[in-house]
C-alpha cells in the first residue's frame, strides 16, 4: 500500500472522490462533512446541517454539487461552489445509509437512497421528488447503488440477503416511451385523480417501475454492503458473516461463484478495484485485504492497530482507494505507476510493459508517433505475490549496460519478496532475448553496471555491495562507506556507483574504496546524467539538484509538488545540449538550467514521465508504460540560457524572432543587467520610460516621456516624469536636455539657475521677463540678483512694500535718483530714512556689495557629457545569429535635438498670447508664458542635442611623439570620500557621516517632518565623529582623517562606498531592554528616558536587511507605547483624589500595548483602582483579562490569582460602576497622547508620522509630538528610511 494522504478527524461514515479534481469528500459520525484536498492535504470546506452521523456522501458527475444523508432522515444538496445547501429530500422514515447520483446524470437527474425504514428511494433532484420507493427487503437496507451502465440497482440488508432491481420501466417513463396498460388510456394521458392515486400507491406499496429482477441469499448474516463489477456480470457483497461472496448475472438468473475468506470479523465494504480483476475489502478486524479475482485468493493484507474500517470508495478514472476508519481516512495506491524505462545507446529506450520488456526505437518515428516498439522478452514470475497483477508485482527498476557495445544487458529489479533482479542478455541486431537460468537473485534496490562485464547489487541484509559477473556470479564484496544506504545509482562512470544515504548522494569508485564526492538532497528518488556526462540531476520528493561528474553542486530548486521525472536536452544545435533539464510534476512540464534558473512550459492533463527531450518535443511514458511526445516551447529557456552564456548573438536572435513577453521576463532582465534588452519587449510607455532611465538611455526615455504627456496631459504625473529625465540628464551632464525637462515641468527656479551656470544671460532676461508677467516677486528679485541687475532689484522691493529695503539697495548701489524718490515715498507714508544706512556697514569685509553673475568662460554647445556605455545587447540592429561585433560608436541626438527645440518652441512662441489676462498671469489649462515681444526671441537657442561621442582613442599611441617641451600632466582628481557618500545615499545618517549637517536636517524634515533637533544633537554627532579615524602622522606633520567605510569587507568600493555608523540596531535592544528593566522595578522616569534615547537614536540608525528594518519599525512602536504608558502613569498619579479620571487613566493604562508581565503589573493596579471606586464592571473586566493571562498560572502569582478571583466574584455580584466613565472595553480605540482621551473609529485624529502617535482633534497639526518631541503633527511624509 502506498499511502498518498492521511486526515485525522472523527469517524468517517461515507467517502466520495470528485471525478476530476483531487478531492474527496468525508462524511463524519459527529455530523460533518469534510472537503478535502488529497494532493496539498488540506481541508478545502465544511457542511454543517445535519443532525447526528452522516453515512453517504456522492458527487456529482458534471455540476457543483454533492448529495448526502444521515441519521436525521434527510437529504441534503449542497453546491461547493456557493458552499451552502440548496434543498432537503425528506421521505425516509429512519437512518440513511448511502446516497448515489446516477452515472448517466445528464441524462438522468436522479439519486439512489438506501434507509433503515427498508426501503430504497429513487429522486428526481430537478424536480425534488420522490420518483418511486423500492420495497422487498424486511429489515435494514445497509447500501444501495447504480450498474455503472446499464438499467440496473444492487442493494444490500440485513435480512441476509442482495437484491438485484431492474429500472427500465422507470427510465422509459422519464424519457417518455410508452410502457404499461396505462399507456393506451385516453391516448396517453391521465386524469388528475388517476395521477394522485397513483402516487398514494406509490408511496404505500411501492410501483411496477422499478422491479426485483435477482434476490441473492447465501449468507449468514446480515449483507452490509454490494457492489457491481465495472464492466463484467459480476458482483461482490460483503456481511456480518466475515465472509465476501462473488455472483455472477446472466439474463435469468444470477448464482454465488466463490467465498472469500479471511476477516475475523463484520465485513463492513467491498469494491471491485477499477482497473484491475482485485477486490478490496475492509473490516471491524481493522484491516483491508485485496483478493484476486481470478484466482480467488486473499493475495494482500494491510492492518491498521486501533482502527475499525467502515467505509471504501474508489477514484472512477485513477489508480486511487479510500478508506474510512475510527479516526480518520486515508487515501493510497496498491502499486506504483512509474513504468521502469532506461535510456539505451543512441536512440533506443528499453522499458517494461506489464510483463513484456521493449525496445522503442525513436530513430523510426513516423507522422505523429514518437518511434516504434520491438518486444525484446517476457519477464517470468518468480514468488506467489508476483503471479497477481496490480500489487506492486510489476518490475521497478531498470538498467541498461551502456559499457557494452557488443551485446545488450538489462537488469530489472522489482520489490518482489523483498526484492529481486533478473539480468536478461539478448542480441543488439537481431533484438531476441535470451533469459537464462540462473541469472536472478535478491537485492535492494537497482542494480547498477560497472563496466562490461560487471554489475553491483546492494545486499539487502548486510548492506553491502557485491559485484557480480554476467554468469551471476558474485566477485568481490565491498563494505559500504557510509552507514544507511539503502539505494545504488550509475555514478556516471565505469567502476563509480552513487550510494543514497540518509538524505546525502555519495559518489563511490568501487576499485579504489574511495568516496570522490558527497552531496546533500533531501528524499532522494532517481538521477538523471546528461548526454555528455558531464552534469547529473538528482530529482528528490520535492526538488531537484543540478551537481557536476564529481558531486558538486550547481543549482538546487524547490517546488511545492512532486516532481515526477525529468530528462536533459539532446538537441544537436542551440546549445542546450547536457545544458537544459526538463523535469515534470503532477499537472506542469518546467525546465531547470545549471545556473539555478527555473520556468514552466506547460500543463498536463495526467501525469506522463519523460525519457527524452529534443528540441521542442518532449518524449515520455504514460501511466500505462505507452509512447507519447509532446510539444513544448523552450523558447524561455534557451533565451535565459544564451544569456547566461554570454551569447549575445543568438539572445538577440531570439528577441527577434521568438514570442518572448511577459512581466516575468521583464524582471528577470532587470535582476540580471539588461534594462537595454527589456527594452525590446516592452510597449507601455510607462514601463519603457523606467527601463531607459535604468540603463541611462536618455533618447528611448524622452520618447516615453512625450507620449506619456500626451496620455496624462500637462499636468501632475506628467511633469513628474520630467523631472525623472532631468535629474538623469543632469547625471549625465547634457544641459540641453535638462533645460527642456524644466521647461516641460515649468520648474522656472532651477530653469534659472542652470541658465546662470552655463553663462546664458539672454535667457535669464527671459526668466526675468517671464517672472513679471506671472506677478512672481520673488522669482523677478532671483533672476534680478543672478542677472546683477541692481535697478531691478531696487523695483522689485519697491513694488513689493518693502521701501526701506528698495532705499538701502538704491542708496548703496548709486541710484541716487531712484533712493531721492523712494525717499520721498517714505516720508509721505510718514516714515523716516533716518538710520538706515547705519544698518548696512561700508567698507568693511560685510558691507554690502553690487553682486554681479559669473562671466562664462568658454560658451560651448553642451558640457561634456558622461560618457554611457551601450551594452552588447543595446543595439538590435548589429545583432547576428551566431556572431556578434561590438559596435564603438554611440548614436547622436540630433533627432532629440529637433524634438527639443519644436517643444520649446510650442511653450514660449506667439501663439496662444491672447489668453494671457491683464495681470499678464496664466490661463489655467494654458502652457504659453505670455509676452508679446517674447515670441521669436528663443529662435537663436542653438542646438539642444549633444555633439556626437568622441571617437575611441588609443592613449599609448603618442608615447613616441613626447617632445622636450612636454609639459607635465597632472592626473584627474578623484572624488572625495564624503561626496561620494552623500551621493550614494538618501539616509540622513549618510548625509550626516560625511559633515553635510544641513542636508542630514532637510532629509529629516522631509522624510519624518523633524523640526527641533535638539534632541538629535548627540546622535547626530555621533554619526560624524564615528565615521573617520585619525592616524598621527610622522612628527611635523599633521594627522591623517581616514574614513571608515561599511561595504568594503571584499574589496576598497571606490565611488560606491559608505560610511561606518555609530549606532547600530544592536544597540538599540540593549536601549529598550534597559527600558525593560527600569520598568519592571518601577524607576519609570529612568524609563522613559532609556526609550526616549532609542527613539532619537533611530533616525540615524542604517539597517543591512529588510528583517532588521522591521524589526527597527517593532521597536519604534515599542518605544511610543512605553512612553504613552509611563506618561498615563505619571497622570494617574496626578489624579489621585478624582475617582473618575483616576479609573479612566488606570483603563486606558491596561490598553498600551505592553509585554504580557508588564501588561500583568497595569491590569492589577487597574483592578484595584476600579474595584476601590466601586466601578464593578470594569474591575470584572480587568479581573478577567488578568486572569487570561499565562503567567498567572504561575506559582508565584498564586496569591494575585486568588485575589482576581475574589474580585471577580464581588463584581460580578454588585455588576453596577458608580461612576459614568469615558470608557468602552467592547469598541477598539486609540489614546490621544495630549490629553489621555480615547480616539474610537471615524472620529477626526491626527498622527506624528514618525512614531505613530495619535491626536485628538485639529490642535496639534503643526506642534511638536509629545512623544518623540522633535516631529511635527499632522505633517504628511513618506515615514522612517532604514537603509541607504
Not at 291 to 307: A, I, L, P
Amino acid at each position: 500500500m502506498l499511502t498518498k494522504f492521511e486526515s485525522k478527524s472523527a469517524r468517517v461514515k461515507g467517502l466520495a472522490f470528485h471525478p476530476v479534481r483531487p478531492w474527496i469528500c468525508a462524511s463524519l459520525h459527529n455530523g460533518v462533512i469534510q472537503l478535502w484536498d488529497y494532493r496539498v492535504g488540506t481541508v478545502i470546506d465544511r457542511f454543517e446541517e445535519h443532525d447526528g452521523p452522516v453515512r453517504g456522501v456522492d458527487f456529482h458527475l458534471h455540476d457543483p454539487l454533492i448529495v448526502t444523508g444521515g441519521d436525521d432522515y434527510k437529504i441534503k444538496v449542497w453546491d461547493y461552489k456557493l458552499r451552502r445547501c440548496l434543498f432537503t429530500l425528506l421521505g425516509h422514515l429512519d437512518y440513511i445509509r448511502t446516497v448515489q447520483f446516477h452515472p448517466n446524470a445528464a441524462q438522468f437527474p436522479w439519486i439512489l437512497s438506501a434507509s433503515d425504514d427498508q426501503t430504497l428511494r429513487l429522486w428526481d433532484f430537478r424536480k425534488r421528488t420522490c420518483l418511486s420507493v423500492l420495497t422487498g427487503h424486511n429489515h435494514y437496507v445497509m447500501c444501495a447503488a447504480f450498474h455503472p451502465s446499464e438499467d440496473l440497482i444492487v442493494s444490500a440488508s440485513l435480512d441476509q440477503t442482495v437484491r438485484v432491481w431492474d429500472t427500465t420501466g422507470l427510465r422509459k417513463k422519464q424519457l417518455g416511451e410508452p410502457s404499461g396498460p396505462m399507456a393506451a388510456m385516453d391516448g396517453g394521458r391521465q386524469s388528475v385523480a388517476a395521477s394522485t392515486a397513483m402516487n398514494v400507491q406509490a408511496e404505500l406499496f411501492g410501483t411496477n417501475d422499478v422491479v426485483v429482477k435477482y434476490v441473492l441469499e447465501g449468507h449468514d448474516r446480515g449483507v452490509n454492503w454490494a457492489a457491481f463489477h465495472p464492466t463484467l456480470p459480476l458482483l461482490a457483497s460483503a456481511a456480518d458473516d466475515r465472509q465476501v461472496k462473488l455472483w455472477r448475472m446472466s439474463e435469468t438468473k444470477a448464482w454465488e461463484v466463490d467465498t472469500l475468506r479471511g476477516h475475523a470479523n463484520n465485513v463492513s465494504c467491498c469494491l471491485f478495484h477499477p482497473k484491475q480483476e482485485l477486490v478490496v475489502s475492509n473490516s471491524e478486524d481493522r484491516s483491508i485485504r485485496v483478493w484476486d479475482v481470478s484466482k480467488r485468493v486473499g493475495v494482500q493484507t494491510f492492518r491498521r492497530e486501533g482502527d475499525r474500517f467502515w467505509i471504501l470508495a474508489a477514484h472512477r478514472s485513477q489508480n486511487l482507494l479510500a478508506a474510512g476508519h475510527d479516526s480518520g481516512m486515508i487515501v493510497f495506491k496498491l502499486e506504483r505507476e512509474r513504468p521502469a524505462s532506461a535510456a539505451g545507446p543512441g536512440d533506443k529506450l528499453y522499458y517494461v510493459r506489464g510483463r513484456e520488456l521493449f525496445c522503442h526505437d525513436y530513430a523510426r518515428a513516423t507522422g505523429g508517433s514518437s518511434g516504434v516498439d520491438v518486444p525484446i522478452a517476457s519477464l517470468r514470475r518468480v514468488g506467489q505475490q508476483a503471479q497477481t497483477d496490480g500489487i506492486g508485482s510489476g518490475p521497478r527498476f531498470l538498467s541498461y549496460n551502456m559499457h557494452n557495445p557488443k551485446e545488450g544487458n538489462v537488469l530489472v529489479c522489482s520489490e518482489v519478496d523483498g526484492g529481486c533482479y533478473e539480468l536478461i542478455t539478448f542480441s543488439l541486431t537481431n533484438a531476441g532475448g535470451s533469459v537464462t537460468d540462473g541469472k536472478r537473485g535478491s537485492c535492494m534496490g537497482p542494480g547498477v553496471f560497472l563496466g562490461s562485464n560487471r554489475f553491483a547489487i546492494l545486499d539487502r541484509h548486510k548492506r553491502e555491495i557485491v559485484v557480480k559477473n554476467m554468469n551471476n556470479e558474485t566477485t568481490k564484496r565491498v563494505a559500504s562507506p557510509v552507514p544507511n544506504v539503502d539505494c545504488l545509482y550509475d555514478g556516471g562512470a565505469p567502476g563509480r556507483i552513487i550510494l543514497r544515504a540518509d538524505d546525502r548522494a555519495v559518489l563511490f569508485e568501487v576499485q579504489s574504496r574511495r568516496v570522490l564526492g558527497e552531496l546533500t538532497a533531501p528524499k532522494i528518488k532517481s538521477l538523471v546524467w546528461s548526454p555528455d556526462g558531464s552534469k547529473l540531476a538528482i530529482l528528490c520528493k520535492y526538488g531537484v539538484v543540478i551537481a557536476d561528474r564529481q558531486l558538486e553542486q550547481l543549482c538546487s530548486i524547490s517546488d511545492t509538488v512532486r516532481i515526477k521525472s525529468g530528462a536533459w536536452d539532446a538537441s544537436d544545435t542551440g546549445g542546450t545540449n547536457s545544458n537544459l533539464f526538463i523535469y515534470t510534476t503532477l499537472h506542469h512540464v518546467k525546465y531547470c538550467l545549471p545556473t539555478g534558473d527555473t520556468g514552466t512550459i506547460r500543463t498536463l492533463d495526467n501525469p506522463i514521465y519523460a525519457t527524452r527531450v529534443v528540441k521542442d518535443q518532449l518524449f515520455c511514458l504514460d501511466r500505462e508504460a505507452r509512447s507519447r511526445v509532446l510539444s513544448i516551447d523552450t523558447t524561455e529557456a534557451r533565451f535565459k540560457l544564451a544569456l547566461a552564456n554570454k551569447k549575445y548573438g543568438q539572445v538577440m536572435h531570439l528577441v527577434r524572432h521568438s514570442r518572448l513577453c511577459g512581466r516575468a521576463i521583464v524582471a528577470y532582465l532587470q535582476s540580471k543587467g539588461f534594462p537595454e534588452v527589456a527594452l525590446h519587449f516592452v510597449r507601455d510607455p510607462q514601463t519603457r520610460f523606467g527601463l531607459a532611465l535604468a540603463c541611462g538611455n536618455i533618447e528611448a526615455a524622452m520618447e516615453c516621456a512625450f507620449s506619456l504627456e500626451q496620455q496624462k496631459g500637462g499636468e501632475g504625473k506628467a511633469r513628474d516624469v520630467w523631472g525623472q529625465l532631468g535629474s538623469e540628464a543632469l547625471r549625465q551632464g547634457n544641459h540641453q536636455i535638462v533645460e527642456m525637462s524644466y521647461q516641460r515641468k515649468k520648474d522656472f527656479d532651477r530653469l534659472s539657475f542652470l541658465y546662470m551656470l552655463t553663462g546664458d544671460t539672454e535667457k535669464l532676461r527671459k526668466m526675468l521677463k517671464i517672472a513679471n508677467m506671472r506677478n512672481d516677486i520673488m522669482g523677478r528679485y532671483h533672476n534680478a540678483l543672478l542677472l546683477g541687475d541692481a535697478s531691478e532689484r531696487v523695483a522689485v522691493l519697491e513694488a513689493s512694500g518693502n521701501l526701506p529695503l528698495a532705499y538701502i539697495c538704491a542708496n548703496l548701489h548709486g541710484l541716487t535718483d531712484t533712493a531721492e524718490r523712494i525717499k520721498v515715498a517714505i516720508e509721505t507714508q510718514e516714515g523716516s530714512v533716518e538710520g538706515l544706512m547705519d544698518k548696512v556697514p561700508v567698507g568693511s569685509k560685510k558691507g554690502g556689495r553690487l553682486l554681479q553673475p559669473p562671466t562664462p568662460i568658454i560658451r560651448a554647445g553642451n558640457w561634456p557629457t558622461l560618457e554611457i556605455k551601450k551594452t552588447t545587447l543595446e543595439d538590435l540592429s548589429a545583432a547576428d545569429a551566431g556572431v556578434y561585433e561590438e559596435e564603438g560608436n554611440v548614436s547622436s541626438a540630433a533627432a532629440t535635438t529637433l524634438a527639443s527645440a519644436t517643444a520649446w518652441d510650442d511653450g514660449f512662441g506667439d501663439d496662444g498670447m491672447a489668453d494671457v489676462g491683464a495681470t499678464g498671469g496664466l490661463g489655467v489649462d494654458d502652457d504659453d508664458f505670455g509676452g508679446d515681444d517674447w515670441g521669436d526671441d528663443l529662435d537663436d537657442l542653438g542646438d539642444l542635442g549633444g555633439p556626437p561621442a568622441p571617437a575611441h582613442v588609443d592613449e599609448m599611441a603618442g608615447l613616441n611623439e613626447i617632445s622636450e617641451e612636454a609639459g607635465f600632466q597632472m592626473p584627474a582628481a578623484g572624488r572625495p570620500p564624503a561626496g561620494c557618500w552623500v551621493a550614494n545615499s538618501s539616509h540622513a545618517a549618510d548625509h550626516m557621516a560625511a559633515g553635510g549637517a544641513s542636508s542630514a536636517m532637510q532629509l529629516l524634515h522631509r522624510q519624518i517632518a523633524a523640526s527641533d533637533f535638539t534632541n538629535l544633537r548627540d546622535s547626530m554627532l555621533g554619526c560624524y565623529l564615528g565615521s573617520t579615524v585619525s592616524l598621527p602622522g610622522i612628527p611635523g606633520s599633521g594627522s591623517i582623517i581616514i574614513p571608515l567605510m561599511r561595504n568594503d569587507a571584499s574589496g576598497h568600493p571606490g565611488n560606491e562606498s559608505l560610511p561606518r555608523t555609530s549606532i547600530s540596531p544592536k544597540s538599540l535592544v540593549a536601549g529598550v531592554r534597559n527600558g525593560y528593566r527600569f520598568f519592571q522595578g518601577g524607576k519609570f522616569n529612568d524609563a522613559k528616558n532609556a526609550f526616549a534615547e532609542v527613539l532619537s537614536q533611530i533616525p540615524l540608525t542604517i539597517t543591512d536587511n529588510r528583517a532588521e528594518a522591521n524589526e527597527m519599525k517593532e521597536m519604534l512602536e515599542i518605544c511610543r507605547e512605553y512612553i504613552t504608558a509611563i506618561r498615563i502613569k505619571a497622570a494617574i498619579t496626578a489624579a489621585g483624589d478624582d475617582p473618575v479620571r483616576s479609573t479612566e487613566l488606570s483603563a486606558y493604562f491596561t490598553h498600551c500595548n505592553l509585554q504580557p508581565v508588564h501588561l500583568l503589573l497595569a491590569l492589577r493596579s487597574a483592578m484595584g483602582t476600579a474595584f476601590k471606586h466601586k466601578n464593578f464592571i470594569v474591575a470584572a473586566s480587568f479581573a478577567r483579562r488578568l486572569l487570561e493571562l499565562p503567567d498567572m498560572k504561575s506559582e508565584r502569582n498564586a496569591d494575585l490569582r486568588m485575589k482576581a478571583t475574589k474580585v471577580l466574584q464581588k463584581s460580578e455580584q454588585m455588576a453596577r460602576n458608580e461612576h459614568t466613565l469615558n470608557y468602552n472595553e467592547n469598541s477598539t480605540f486609540a489614546i490621544d497622547c495630549e490629553d489621555f482621551v480615547p480616539i474610537y473609529s471615524g472620529e477626526e485624529c491626527l498622527k506624528c508620522y514618525y512614531c505613530g502617535s495619535s491626536y485628538k482633534g485639529s490642535a496639534m497639526k503643526g506642534k511638536l509630538c509629545v512623544t518623540d518631541g522633535f516631529c511635527l503633527v499632522g505633517v504628511e511624509t513618506i515615514g522612517l528610511v532604514t537603509g541607504k
